[in-house]
C-alpha cells in the first residue's frame, strides 16, 4: 500500500485548503482511512478518520464543524476540506491507513500505512 499526502501549503487565518491523500487501488475501501497532524514538539495529533466502505467518519474536537473528509473510490483518493484555518493548525499533515478495528481510529500506533506528509502554514 502506497500512499501519497499533497497540497499543503501557505494560507493566512480564516483561509481554505484541501488536502488529497492518493492511495494504491482499493486501499480507501478496504482499510480506515485518516489523516493526522503534527506541529514541531508536538505528538502527532489524531484528526479525522473515515471508516471502511465510507460507514462512517469521526473528527477530532478542534476540527469537528470545519475541516471535512472526503473519499473517491473510483480516484483512490482521500480528500481533507479544510476551512476557517487557525494559527494552531499549522503541521505537517498525514494521511494513513488502518487495518484494525473502528475503535482504534484515533490510535496513530494502529495505523500500518503512512504517507510522506505535507505542510500546513496558517499564518499572516
Known amino acids: 500500500v502506497q500512499l501519497q499526502a499533497s497540497g499543503g501549503g501557505l494560507v493566512q487565518p480564516g483561509g481554505s485548503l484541501r488536502l488529497s491523500c492518493a492511495a494504491s487501488?482499493?486501499?480507501?475501501?478496504?482499510?480506515?482511512m485518516g489523516w493526522f497532524r503534527q506541529a514541531p514538539g508536538q505528538e502527532r495529533e489524531f484528526v479525522v478518520a473515515s471508516s471502511r466502505y465510507g460507514g462512517g467518519t469521526a473528527y477530532a474536537d478542534s476540527v469537528n464543524g470545519r475541516f471535512s473528509l472526503s473519499r473517491d473510490s473510483a480516484k483512490n483518493t482521500v480528500y481533507l476540506q479544510m476551512n476557517s484555518l487557525k494559527p494552531e493548525d499549522t503541521a505537517v499533515y498525514y494521511c494513513?491507513?488502518?487495518?484494525?478495528?473502528?475503535?482504534?481510529?484515533?490510535?496513530?500506533?494502529?495505523?500500518?500505512?503512512w504517507g510522506q506528509g505535507t505542510q500546513v502554514t496558517v499564518s499572516s
Open positions: 494513513a491507513a488502518n487495518n484494525a478495528v473502528w475503535s482504534t481510529r484515533e490510535q496513530a500506533g494502529q495505523y500500518i500505512y
Open positions: 487501488e482499493g486501499t480507501v475501501s478496504r482499510y480506515i
